[in-house]
């Protein structure tokens, strides 16, 4: 077993340092929130005052943090603060799943490998139940060498694990697989709305259409009409889950993403817009699949 550090221990990073304590590991975790703090030490978790005291002596650091201008922070310093790829040991191995720019990632896993240290970034799909089940998919970049050592920790919190390639391939696949989710989200929660508004039970519907050329992933898994689904953030006034200010971040880098390849992504450009708006009407805390409301249905 490993000794693992853990720093951000948020909706998603929470749940996954708890599992990989389940495990069997050594897991030290930091978080600038004290409630999360207190709850991963409440599963058993050890804690550190600092980002440093996580990194410090740890067989391997995993980081779940919001941007990439904090990933850039912890890993490469400032002015005032030393970065902790400075600090670490020199086999410790580095995994970032955090979603970011792919050109941060690969400014890190550059000076990373100036110093001899393997690091990947490795986003994830799978939400916070994903995360909790300990099932959600890795979608990793780097080279060989450091994709095998990571693979084996990876999978105590997750079911799938990819190597897209590269250090920032990670990061492209992961808002390629986002955007796409967002289309569908979108797609199915105007489909759900105007048979709603043509008296059709959701339910009945969302059954038909799973079955027939409509289905997809968010008719199986996620469904975002209320009460049509047990256990999802829709039959919970849309708490939890992913946000939606998550959501426009995401579809954010993918845009610029697509401007830097010349990619034309004009149905992930429009999805863009609808969250944008779904966000600037106060719903961005809510759960993506809340953008069932911004279509209706009608009242009657």
Sequence with gaps: MASIGFIGLG???????????????????FDLS?????QFASQGGLLARTACGAAAGADILITMLPAGKHVLNLYLGDDNTQGILELVGPECLLI???TIEADVARTVAAKAASLGLDFIDAPVSGGTAGAAAGTLTFICGGSDQAFARA????ANMGGNIFHAGGAGAGQVAKICNNMLLSVLMIATSESLA???DNGLDPKVLSDIMKVSSGGNWTLDKYNPCPGVMPQVPSS?????????DLMVK???????????????TPMG???????????REGHGSLDFSSIFEHFGPRSK
């Design 11 to 29: 909706n998603m990073g929470g749940p996954m340092a708890v599992n990989l304590l389940k495990a069997g590991h050594t897991v030290t975790g």
């Design 194 to 196: 105007m048979g709603i």
């Design 34 to 38: 004290q409630a999360a703090m207190s």
């Design 151 to 154: 693979e084996a920790v990876l």
């Design 250 to 264: 995401d579809l954010g880098l993918a845009m610029a993403t697509a401007l830097a390849s010349g990619s034309s």
């Design 96 to 98: 970032d799943s955090s």
């Design 236 to 244: 919970n006034h849309y708490q939890g889950g992913f946000m939606v």
């Design 269 to 279: 450009a429009l999805a863009r817009n609808v969250y944008v708006s779904h966000a």
